[in-house]
């Protein structure tokens, strides 16, 4: 399979190259050392139309593929994590889940304004019990009729305080298990509904994420998404293509990663010769290069699957799984490569290795992506 990009894909490319090197490369660091999340920058995401690409323009979206989003992806994740995992999330789980899945009216209320930034969205599966096993959600939503009422607690909730429209899954019948799941619309502000500290993170420190917690929440019938019981297909359906997000955050970070160190390896000298032309530093970065072009094609594949309409949950996990591998394995490399200069914040590789641990953790651990990619291949 060939993947030639067309003019219009390599366009989105460099706008976001641009973006992310005017914009977020100056105060990256800063960001990233005090916990601040990126609120100009992610305004100006929206503006440039990186936090809706694939909605229908007819929501306000920009009616892009998966592929554009992959390339647009992978640039701003080479700068700052932080402000990709935020345009991730937004995409692939909260537009796209919405756009897919929501009413018509959910789709009118919500989606114009959460692509072009005016706010931005969170999406909450996660709980202090029911991580990587998502069928044990103990957040409940007991059916009043006309409303559900939301008791429980959220955890690792990326967006958790800077989101407006949070998609909140929650059991409605344990019966039936993961048959009795809801996914409802919550909006912040809605009482009952409280945000918990934030968590203080080895990487993607720029991003916030938080604990959420549900007292009495009486959200309104029609902001369930889909029938009732539907909520735990909305979340893993959501996730595949979550998945092929990460992934290109994975793959941005390793080759932001590598771009460094190249450049560093032909700078410094040692034993009178720039490193790059000792064979130890020569197999690292072929290592490198060969490692961030076989995770760039899975991203692609996954991606083309994607706009295919083929079944993606399988390129997806791959994607992700291989991506963030690399990523850590990247990112390790080009921190040594720098030798001490790596160990200190100016040269970027030292943020870079602490952001690549969250992808082979965050929308599924590695674990989860094999166990999605076995009941593939057994199927
Ligand atoms: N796509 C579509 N449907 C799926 C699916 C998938 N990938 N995986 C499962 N399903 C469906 C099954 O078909 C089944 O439906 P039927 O009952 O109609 O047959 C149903 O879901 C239940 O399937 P299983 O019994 O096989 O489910 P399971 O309990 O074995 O769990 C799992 C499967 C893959 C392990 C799942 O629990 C999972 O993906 N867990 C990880 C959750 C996760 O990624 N959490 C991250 C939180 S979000 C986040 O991180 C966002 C952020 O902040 C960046």
């Known amino acids: 399979m060939e993947f030639q990009l067309t003019e219009e894909h390599l ?18 660091i800063e960001r990233d050392e005090h916990q601040k999340f990126p609120t100009e920058q992610i305004k100006m995401m929206g503006e440039l139309g990186f936090l809706g690409m694939m909605v229908d ?45 929501g009413s018509e009216e959910q789709k009118m209320k919500y989606l114009p304004r959460l692509t072009s930034g005016e706010i931005i969205g969170a999406f909450c599966l996660s709980e202090p019990e029911a991580g990587s096993d998502a069928t044990m959600q103990r957040t409940t939503a007991v059916d009043m009729g006309d409303h559900y009422v ?30 009795g799941i809801n996914a409802l619309i ?7 509904f409280e945000i918990g500290p934030k968590e203080n993170k080895l990487g993607i420190r720029g991003s916030d994420t938080h604990s959420l917690m549900f007292t009495d929440v009486k959200v309104p019938k029609e902001n369930r998404i889909g029938e009732d019981g539907f909520g735990f297909k909305f979340a893993m359906s959501t996730l595949n293509g979550g998945r092929i997000g990460i992934a290109s955050q994975a ?10 160190a190249l450049k560093y390896a032909k700078e410094r000298k040692a034993f009178g010769v720039p490193i790059s032309q000792h064979q130890a530093i020569q197999f690292k970065l072929a290592d490198m290069a060969t490692n961030i072009d076989a995770a760039r094609l899975l991203c692609l594949q996954a991606a083309a699957d994607k706009d295919a ?7 997806g996990a791959m994607a992700k799984l291989f991506a963030s591998k ?8 080009a921190v040594q490569i720098h030798g001490g200069y790596g160990f200190v914040k100016e040269y970027h590789v030292e943020r870079l290795m602490r952001d690549a641990k969250i992808t082979q953790i965050y929308e599924g651990t590695s674990e989860i992506q094999k166990i999605v990619i076995s009941r593939e291949i057994l199927k």
């Not at 309409?309 to 390129?315: F, L, Q």
């Open 309 to 315: 309409h083929r079944d993606y949950s399988k390129s």
């Open 251 to 260: 793959l941005g970070i390793a080759s932001g990663a590598y771009e460094l």
């Open 186 to 192: 919550v909006e912040k502000g809605t009482p009952g």
């Open 11 to 28: 366009a989105v490319q460099q706008a976001a190259r641009d973006f992310a090197q005017n914009e977020l490369l100056p105060g990256v």
């Open 150 to 179: 939301i008791n429980g607690t959220k955890n690792w909730i990326t967006n958790g305080s800077t989101a407006s429209v949070y998609l909140v899954i929650a059991q409605t019948n344990p019966e039936l298990r993961h048959k």
């Open 326 to 333: 690399v990523a850590m394995e990247t990112t390790v490399e």
């Open 57 to 101: 323009p007819k929501y306000g979206g920009g009616g892009m593929d998966t592929v554009s989003y992959v390339l647009a992806m992978e640039e701003i994740s080479k700068v700052d994590a932080s402000a990709s995992v935020v345009m991730s999330v937004n995409n692939s789980l909260v537009c796209w889940g919405l756009e897919k899945y």
